[in-house]
């Protein structure tokens, strides 16, 4: 807290800003700009296709019901119908995705959406999870990294780079529903809470709540061995985030990805809307709390894309469109450009250096492999 404290005085006094200016004059042409940026979220959403983001949900998927092992597919079918089927796409994103179809695209930006020339995608090549999650919070894709088994990362993410540095240390917590980020963020090794699957969290003491959460992750049915329903990971997060206010805070949920295997696309639907409600809960959360007010920037994206038509319930290296993504900017520090049309592609393997440059921070200096800050979104 005391570190934190300091580095928000200095950032606050101008003089962070002030030193920036005058390496910028000595001609270090890969010094960070000058930033308001001083916390960063990112919210991953697995496998969520760009497709439904940009055009809401599809006319043709909707129509069926999905498995018959899951209760009432009909059912699930009519609500989904009910919820999300509007004539055209800008409706049903709007309803599908009603934040970042209002906020974030008044005064943030979205990337991905190939109808109007906005490409973002993956570059490991292999479109799935593990590698999706490497490449995103490593800045490079990494031919050792090839399974999604849960196994400790070679590589050393951002989060962790950061949480090397006195300015950050101990403000830095990842929060996943799949069990395996504890192996993508190297839990053992990286020196900051990382609480993932069915794992009680007792970093912290317990909170009413956080005691509630623990007790439903030991107790609620498991559908999926490695992963608990989204709200019990993120409302842990939340807990961790009011109590220790980190200032780089992941937050990763399964859902979408495990109902598309599942080939439920109401429940796929159901769950991409509950992350939508997930980033306008955190977005004014945080804006209502002095250490993270107007200083906060949120980034949202998925870790692959997924098939078309019949396809779209998986992803991979034998399905070359799941390597299709979407990005989302909204902070203090983006200019509020909204949904991107007609602009250059952006990689996954570039967010790294973004989350890093939006806290001043030169990553893709220091690592110099990964990929470039998203200029675009930096600097407003
Ligand atoms: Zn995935």
């Known amino acids: 807290m005391k570190i934190k404290r300091i580095v928000e005085g200095l950032v606050s006094g101008g003089w962070l800003a002030g030193m920036c200016l005058a390496c910028g004059l000595a001609g270090m042409a890969q010094t960070p700009a000058a930033h308001k940026t001083e916390n960063v979220i990112v919210v991953m959403i697995d496998g969520l296709r760009w497709q439904e983001v940009f055009r809401g949900a599809d006319p043709e998927l909707i129509k069926a019901p999905g498995p018959e092992a899951l209760d009432d597919p009909k059912g699930r079918a009519a609500n989904a ?98 069990d395996v980020f504890n192996g993508i963020f190297n839990r053992e090794r990286c020196g900051f809470v990382v609480n993932a699957g069915y794992d009680p969290l007792t970093a912290i003491p317990a909170t009413p709540e956080l005691a509630l959460l623990n007790a439903l992750k030991a107790e609620t049915v498991r559908i999926w061995l490695d992963e608990p329903f989204d709200p019990i990971p993120y409302h842990t997060a939340v807990e961790y985030l009011k109590v220790k206010k980190p200032r780089v805070l992941f937050v990763g949920l399964g859902e979408t990805d495990d109902w598309a295997h599942t080939g439920s696309y109401p429940e796929y639907l159901n769950s991409a809307h509950l992350g939508d409600s997930y980033l306008k809960e955190l977005w004014e959360l945080v804006q209502s709390m002095p250490e993270y007010r107007g200083k906060t920037t949120l980034i949202a994206l998925p870790d692959h894309g997924r098939g078309v038509g019949a396809e779209w319930t998986s992803h991979g290296e034998k399905i070359p469109a799941s390597k299709e993504t979407w990005m989302a900017f909204l902070g203090p520090d983006t200019a509020g450009l909204g949904e991107r049309k007609q602009v250059g592609p952006v990689t996954e393997s570039q967010i790294a250096a973004t989350l890093a440059a939006l806290l001043g921070e030169d990553y893709h200096a220091a690592v110099t492999k990964s990929g470039a800050p998203i200029g675009d979104v930096l600097g407003k």
Do not use: C
């Open 81 to 178: 119908q009910k919820h999300y089927w509007r004539e055209t796409a800008q409706e049903r994103r709007q309803a599908l995705m009603p934040f970042l179809w209002s906020v974030v695209a008044s005064e943030g930006q979205i990337f991905g959406n190939r109808d109007l020339g906005s490409d973002s995608h993956v570059t490991n090549g292999l479109n799935f999870s593990y590698p999706g999650y490497n490449e995103t919070l490593t800045g490079f894709a990494d031919p050792r990294v090839h399974s999604n088994d849960n196994v400790p990362n070679p590589n050393v993410t951002v989060f962790e780079w950061l949480n090397a540095k006195p300015e950050f240390a101990g403000k830095v917590a990842a929060f996943g529903a799949w």
